[in-house]
């Protein structure tokens, strides 16, 4: 089994970590872990929740 880069997915973890890094410091490396943790759609409700 090989792993694929996945552009779309990066992209929504550098948004979500952009975020987290300006709103939620003091809480950044659990988030962050936590996200890591996500599949791309839970990653994007993820992102659709905290960026408006």
Known sequence: ???QYDE???ELLGE???IILER???QKDELIDYCL???KDEL???YMDIAY
Do not use: A, C, G
């Open 44 to 46: 994007k409700n993820l």
């Open 24 to 26: 939620y410091v003091d």
């Open 1 to 3: 089994m090989s792993l």
């Open 8 to 10: 779309e997915y990066d």
């Open 16 to 18: 979500v970590e952009k």
């Open 37 to 39: 943790s996500l599949d």
